[in-house]
C-alpha cells in the first residue's frame, strides 16, 4: 500500500486557487508532524509548509500568508489550500513528514498559468 497518496492538483490561473490533499496510510498519523514540499521543473524539491500534531504550523517565505496547511486526524489527511497562486508555484507539490521519512509519493502537478 502506497503510503501517501496526493490529490487536487490542475491548471488554475494566475491569483486562483486549489486545495490539495494528502490521504496518509501510515499509523499514528496523530502524532506526527507532516509536511509539503514542491518541486519545480529543473529544480531541487523545496519544504512549502509543516504542521505538527498539536496544529502548529511553519511556512515558507515564499507561501507566508498566501497557503495554509491544515489536517484532519480523523481522515489521516493533510491539506494545503493554496491561494493567490502565481507562475512561480508551479511544480508537483508532495507530502510526507517533516523528516522527510516515508516513501514519495506521485505527488500532484499544480500548473499556475498566465
Known amino acids: 500500500q502506497v503510503p501517501l497518496v496526493e490529490s487536487g492538483g490542475g491548471l488554475v490561473q494566475h491569483g486562483g486557487s486549489l486545495r490539495l490533499s494528502c490521504a496518509a496510510s501510515i499509523s499514528g498519523f496523530s502524532r506526527i508532524t507532516m509536511a509539503w514540499y514542491r518541486q519545480a521543473p529543473g529544480k531541487q524539491r523545496e519544504l512549502v509548509a509543516t504542521?505538527?500534531?498539536?496544529?502548529?504550523?511553519n511556512y515558507a517565505d515564499f507561501v507566508q500568508g498566501r497557503f495554509t496547511i491544515s489536517r484532519d486526524n480523523a481522515k489521516n489527511t493533510v491539506y494545503l489550500q493554496m491561494n493567490s497562486l502565481s507562475l512561480d508555484d508551479t511544480a508537483v507539490y508532495y507530502c510526507?513528514?517533516?523528516?522527510?521519512?516515508?516513501?514519495w509519493g506521485q505527488g500532484t502537478q499544480v500548473t499556475v498559468s498566465a
Open positions: 504542521i505538527t500534531s498539536g496544529g502548529n504550523t
Open positions: 510526507n513528514t517533516r523528516t522527510p521519512a516515508l516513501p
